[in-house]
Nanobody, 120 residues
Framework: QVQLVESGGGLVQPGGSLRLSCAAS????????MKWYRQAPGKERELVAS????????DYAASVRDRFTISRDDAKKTVSLQMNSLKPGDTAVYYC?????????????WGQGTQVTVSS
């Protein structure tokens, strides 16, 4: 089955940490750029972090740089987002997204999302 499944969300106090994971199946994971997006209530979905195939490059939104770290394990077909020093403003549903420019199917794919709530 072609899918992305996120896990690791939950409730955490400000200043705490969470690690999100996204497990891929049904497609050739190593060919895909992997991204994490988030969407807070009433706001547009925003890009949080991305990682290219073979981990050649990572990029982060300015709001999370130096606090979040994206990584991937092509053997396990997973991408992770380590989130440290969490703030209430990080509260959102976090989505995993896969994208490729290669002539393969699917060209892109979304996960179902995992809720992260930062609150005391």
């Amino acid at each position: 089955q072609v899918q992305l499944v996120e896990s690791g969300g939950g409730l955490v106090q400000p200043g705490g940490s969470l690690r999100l994971s996204c497990a891929a199946s049904g497609f050739t994971f190593k060919f895909y750029i992997m991204k994490w997006y988030r969407q807070a209530p009433g706001k547009e979905r925003e890009l949080v972090a991305s990682i290219t195939p073979f981990s050649e490059r990572t990029d982060y939104a300015a709001s999370v740089r130096d606090r979040f770290t994206i990584s991937r394990d092509d053997a396990k077909k997973t991408v992770s987002l380590q989130m440290n020093s969490l703030k209430p403003g990080d509260t959102a549903v976090y989505y995993c997204y896969a994208l490729t420019q290669m002539p393969v199917v699917p060209s892109d794919l979304w996960g179902q999302g995992t809720q992260v709530t930062v609150s005391s």
